[in-house]
T-cell receptor
Framework: NAGVTQTPKFQVLKTGQSMTLQCAQDMNHNSMYWYRQDPGMGLRLIYYSASEGTTDKGEVPNGYNVSRLNKREFSLRLESAAPSQTSVYFC?????WGAGELFFGEGSRLTVL | EDQVTQSPEALRLQEGESSSLNCSYTVSGLRGLFWYRQDPGKGPEFLFTLYSAGEEKEKERLKATLTKKESFLHITAPKPEDSATYLCAVQAETGFQKLVFGTGTRLLVSP
């Protein structure tokens, strides 16, 4: 089992460019999450999807959009990238809504120039 | 507002030198407290979940404990391979989708 797979692992963008981070899990989990990790800030929740067909804002949603494509896939889109969005992005999944631990991907390191 | 504070920010130990990491939290009703290990360039890896005060869990050289205000991660006779950042997170009874993470403790174990 691959677990949670994120692509790309590294990306450099110019201010104003758009891109989509892809995430897929093969554990048949219902809930999926996008976090960002910045030095000194801890992991902060951007968006989550409690189950297929639903998405909700987390702590820091501004500048991002998400799509729960199916039960396996949850993508994060930056429509117009800004330097403040330079960060490491982690996708995570969870077996059930609100219960159990999160399983994380390896991360996507994004730099916006 | 739910908050998690971890201390120390960084800790350097000699191999075999036992110590503890602290996670203090404020939350409106604790649903669960989670410990993760994160290696450089990797995603967090789950270690433990604690649900109620007095609960303890162990895994190899690690032991996690929980009180009503804090959790400790005790590391007994650490080895260099225990070097990592250790993250603590809490989940509240309300808004229970969200895990609130601390900023972590960077542990370095020297041979």
């Amino acid at each position: 089992n691959a677990g949670v797979t994120q692509t790309p692992k590294f990306q450099v963008l110019k201010t104003g460019q758009s891109m989509t981070l892809q995430c897929a899990q093969d554990m048949n989990h219902n809930s999926m999450y996008w976090y960002r990790q910045d030095p000194g800030m801890g992991l902060r929740l951007i968006y989550y999807s409690a189950s297929e067909g639903t998405t909700d804002k987390g702590e820091v949603p501004n500048g991002y959009n998400v799509s729960r494509l199916n039960k396996r896939e949850f993508s994060l889109r930056l429509e117009s990238a800004a330097p403040s969005q330079t960060s490491v992005y982690f996708c995570a999944s969870r077996p059930a809504w609100g219960a159990g631990e999160l399983f994380f991907g390896e991360g996507s390191r994004l730099t916006v120039l | 507002e739910d908050q998690v504070t971890q201390s120390p920010e960084a800790l350097r130990l000699q191999e075999g030198e036992s110590s503890s990491l602290n996670c203090s939290y404020t939350v409106s009703g604790l649903r669960g407290l989670f410990w993760y290990r994160q290696d450089p360039g990797k995603g967090p890896e789950f270690l433990f979940t604690l649900y109620s005060a007095g609960e303890e869990k162990e895994k190899e050289r690690l032991k996690a404990t929980l009180t009503k205000k804090e959790s400790f991660l005790h590391i007994t006779a650490p080895k260099p391979e225990d070097s990592a950042t250790y993250l603590c997170a809490v989940q509240a009874e309300t808004g229970f989708q969200k895990l609130v993470f601390g900023t972590g403790t960077r542990l370095l174990v020297s041979p």
